[in-house]
């Protein structure tokens, strides 16, 4: 059974498959804290509706490091085995990244590499998948190492972009698939079947 921690910035509803992926019994684990950078973002609603520690560290009137420092020392009080960033919308300082390497996921709305790094996050992906003119986008999810977006890759689906999409539509798309998929990685790792090979995952049956 692992300690999942759960850095959420919005609205949740990854937080929220991955909770329910963990009461059904499909995840070998459970969400044991969820940590937030706005004190107003429902994905704390969400935890605490489930009797789950739910955090809020803004970081506002604090130091970037200062910061991290408040949110790893919340993470390790809860002993998480395992961090997942779900919709975290903050830059992880290398500091960060490094004490949770090959222990740390992220799922980013596009097929990575493409559309990714900087500035990538939430809408922008979406936009910038149409007005390349890309005929499929997707998910990705993968460990997180300090190139953003950049750590090796655990599982990715596509769907098609279709002729009339826009922002919303496609991430309308994309969500579902989100909430499939990032338990689905989660429960991997729960049971040990993640092996970082360099730059690939193998996954062990
Ligand atoms: C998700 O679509 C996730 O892929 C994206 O934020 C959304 C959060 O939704 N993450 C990024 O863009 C990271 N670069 P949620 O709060 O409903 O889970």
Redesign the pocket.
Known sequence: MIRIGVL?????????AIIDACERGDIDGSVVIVISDKADAY?LVRARKRGIEAVSIPPEGTGREEHEKLVDATLQKARVDLVV?????RILTPWFINRYLGRMM????ALLPSF?GKG???EH?HRAVIEYGCKLSG?TVHFVVPEV?GGPIIIQESVPVLEEDTPDSL?SR??PL?HKLYPKAIALFASGKLKIEGRRVRIID
């Open positions: 959420a910035s919005g609205g949740g509803t990854n937080l929220q994905s960033l779900a919709g975290y919308m992220n799922i980013h709305p990714g990538m996050y939430g992906v998910c977006d991430a994309i969500h989100e």
